[in-house]
């Protein structure tokens, strides 16, 4: 999606809520980053056998993000990589269009290429942040925006202090909990409704997070 593509860089770890509380700032934002990598990674494109291997062998815990990367590994166990090929494409791509649109204008407006798209490009560009070569999809797509996240959580995208939270408030928190509940609630959704499970989850407590005093 950019260049400099972010992929994920290992397996996630179920630590996120916990670590907001007890973890150094910098093991944080890592965990922050894998969170926001794996959703980038399965929201681009279908995830093959490997990454359903380790989606399946994720570690999970009683928090409510735990409980969302259970619900993740045991569709990952259960899908195979045709059936979630299918069901990519009935939710994102579909004939004429998917049963989803993943795109913040759409959500914003109701119209695709709206003002918003315009805004975030705007404050991408101060960022010196810009799509790869080849990728065809505006930068308001939901899985381009969680890479732009992933990158500036763990610093691999190097931005002001306050880059990732400015972005979240502005282009991310307005509508991405509400894609990912309709994820959740599609009817082409069967491994899908575990990833909108996941990223309703952790939208929600990325907000509650940076509504928090500094």
């Not at 994720?58 to 259970?70: N, T």
């Not at 315009?118 to 080849?134: K, T, V």
Request: with cysteine; proline share 6%; net charge negative.
């Amino acid at each position: 999606m950019l260049a400099g593509r972010i992929e994920p860089s290992q397996p996630l770890q179920s630590q996120v809520e916990a670590s907001l509380a007890a973890a150094a700032p910098d093991e944080v934002d890592a965990a922050r980053a894998r969170e926001y990598a794996l959703l980038a990674a399965l929201l681009t494109r279908t995830p093959d056998r490997q990454l359903l291997d380790d989606i399946a062998n994720l570690r999970v815990d009683a928090s409510p993000l735990g409980l969302a990367h259970a619900a993740l590994a045991e569709a990952a166990r259960a899908a195979t990589p045709e059936r979630v090929e299918r069901e990519f494409f009935d939710l994102f791509i579909g004939i004429g269009r998917g049963e989803v649109m993943p795109y913040g204008s759409y959500y914003l407006t109701g119209f695709l290429y709206e003002r918003p798209l315009a805004r975030l490009r705007s404050d991408l560009a101060e960022l010196d942040i810009a799509r790869s070569e080849g990728n065809y999809e505006p930068e308001d797509h939901i899985a381009t925006l969680c890479e732009v996240m992933a990158g500036l959580a763990d610093g691999r995208l190097p931005a002001p202090s306050g880059s990732d939270e400015k972005i979240f408030r502005k282009h991310v928190e307005p509508w991405a909990a509400r894609f990912f509940a309709d994820l959740e609630r599609a009817q082409a959704a069967q491994f899908y409704r575990s990833v909108g499970m996941l990223g309703r989850t952790f939208v929600e407590i990325e907000s509650e997070a940076y509504a928090l005093p500094a």
